[in-house]
């Protein structure tokens, strides 16, 4: 994996505003007096409750069991009881369920996992197992069971584990301070999950703009059979077919996934919480959020438990110098604009991101002026203008014509826009209603 990384077609060069926040060590929040977590925080089915209201758990304790293949458990983030099992606000703007657990202040450990110490002689069957009885899931913003993606089905080969540590969205430094501040953790998990696809080497793609974290983990990663891969500033260079282009050369066909190409991407926190999992016996209970924003008093980062509200996390940050524009969850990029305080960190919570209102400006829209902007810069080599167009008329059946599906939701192509078109939110709609009408069809 040596050889020079390839630029992949398309891409643009927002800035970065990672000033912020990438100097800020991380933190550790303190207990709270409770904690909202959300259900459901993987791609595919929730999972199946295993707690009711009155119920004493231990941090680390079972709260929801995996209900099939694609779905991963959900366990305490701290020690209490169970106050609540209703609704409250989700990342998409719709109530979902979730637990509220009252804190007993005491943060006390349940029985965890047994600690796998020699993991390198450890069946990869049985590291699966760990990984998904941690309810890990891709931590980069998906949400994507990580057990599945280790478990090629019947007929696919894996031959390359690349770990995402590009971290080009904007604003966003959690997985620099990571990579910086938890090395060993990054490359020891990097080596476990090569290990349970049954491989002996992997790669860790980083963007030249993180010179330090590319020296801190080239020192520890000849040690694990890892090799580290500077790769250019390109945004969205930490999306999966770029990714594996930038490093493989391959290209993965639309419609098709990673291990069409034999290649499995994770993100660099995933790693860590699966070294947590194998090593320490921990399941995945917390996240590094990066919280920032030019009307943010304090930026920096900070590991969350799960269910912490957005409210507590932006008073830890000191609050706001000014009202901002927008809050989203993620970066500008890719994040999702909320409407409420109190939706709460789940397991792919990246960022917390406060939009100025000298920022805002792009995010108001205007009639297509047809500049061709967004088809040169797409890295997917689709029509976004087109496409948008046709959602705009509710004709989702050309959108889908027009490969709206192939559309990787980077957001390059609203950011070129000098009309600023939610082109983004245009694409995302159409997704819904296509896989609506294969539902109803079904």
């Given at each position: 994996?040596?050889?020079?990384p390839r ?9 970065d505003?990672?000033?912020l926040?990438?100097l ?5 929040a303190?207990?709270?007096e409770s904690?909202?977590?959300?259900m459901?925080?993987?791609?595919g089915?929730?999972?199946?409750l295993v707690v009711k209201?009155?119920?004493?758990v231990?941090?680390?304790d079972?709260?929801?069991?995996a209900?099939g293949?694609v ?6 983030p701290t020690s209490?009881?169970i106050?609540?099992?209703?609704k409250?606000?989700g ?8 637990i509220?657990?009252t804190?007993d202040?005491?943060?006390e450990?349940g ?9 390198k002689?450890?069946?990869?069957e049985q590291?699966?197992q ?14 994507f069971?990580?057990h599945?993606k280790?478990?090629?089905?019947e007929?696919?080969t ?14 966003l ?5 990571l990579m910086?501040?938890?090395g060993?953790?990054?490359v020891q998990?990097?080596?476990?999950l090569?290990?349970?696809l ?5 790669v ?5 703009n993180k ?8 020192e ?6 890892v090799?580290?891969q500077?790769?250019?500033v390109n945004?969205?260079q930490g ?5 594996i ?26 790693a860590?919480?699966v070294a947590d999992?194998?090593v320490k016996?921990?399941?995945?209970i917390?996240?590094v959020t990066?919280?920032?924003?030019k009307?943010?008093?304090?930026p ?6 799960l269910?912490t ?8 940050v000191g609050?706001v ?8 969850l993620?970066?500008p ?7 409420s305080l109190?939706v ?5 919570t990246?960022?917390i991101?406060?939009i100025?209102k000298?920022e805002a400006s ?7 002026i047809?500049c061709?902007r ?9 029509l ?6 046709a959602?705009?008329n509710k ?10 599906l ?11 826009c ?12 159409a997704?819904?209603?296509i896989?609506?009408?294969l539902?109803?069809k079904?």
């Open positions: 994996m040596s050889e020079k630029k992949f077609k398309g891409g643009v060069h927002p800035n505003s990672k000033a926040s990438a800020k060590p991380i933190q550790d303190p207990l709270l904690y909202k977590v959300i459901h925080q993987n791609i089915a929730p999972p199946e209201k009155g119920d004493e231990k941090k680390g079972l709260l929801a069991k209900s293949f779905s991963v458990p959900l366990h305490a209490g009881t106050k609540m099992i209703d409250c606000p990342p998409t703007g719709i109530s979902i369920p979730s509220e657990i804190a202040g005491e943060d450990w029985d965890t996992f047994e600690v796998i110490r020699d993991w002689n450890t069946g990869s590291l699966k760990r990984v998904w009885d941690a309810g890990i899931v891709g931590m980069g913003g998906a949400g069971p990580a599945v280790l478990s090629p089905p007929g696919k894996v031959d390359t584990l690349i770990i995402n540590g590009a971290e080009c969205e904007p604003y430094t959690a997985d620099h301070r910086l501040e938890q060993e953790d990054v998990g990097t080596a476990i090569a290990r349970a049954g491989l002996k080497s992997a860790i793609g980083i963007e030249e010179p330090d974290a590319i020296a801190a983990l080239q520890i990663a000849a040690n694990y059979g090799e580290v500077p790769l250019p945004y969205p999306a999966e077919r770029q990714l282009y930038a490093i493989t050369g391959r290209e993965v066909p639309i419609g098709k996934l990673p291990m069409d190409v034999h290649c499995v991407v994770q993100n660099v926190a995933t860590v919480a999992a194998v016996g921990r399941p995945s917390e996240r990066t919280v920032t924003g009307s943010v008093v304090e920096g980062n900070w590991r969350f438990r269910g509200p957005v409210s507590k996390a932006l008073e830890l609050g110098s000014e009202q901002p524009a927008k809050l989203l993620g970066g990029m890719m994040g999702i604009a909320q409407s109190d709460t960190v789940m397991k792919n990246s960022g991101l406060l100025a000298d792009l995010y108001t829209s205007e009639p297509c047809r061709g967004c088809v040169e810069c797409c890295p997917m080599n689709i976004p203008a087109t496409i948008s167009q959602v705009e004709r989702f059946d050309w959108a889908e014509d027009l490969n709206v192939a559309c990787i939701e980077c957001g390059s192509c609203s950011y070129v000098p009309s600023h078109r939610p082109l983004n939110q245009h694409f995302k709609r997704k819904i209603e896989q609506a009408q539902r109803k079904k």
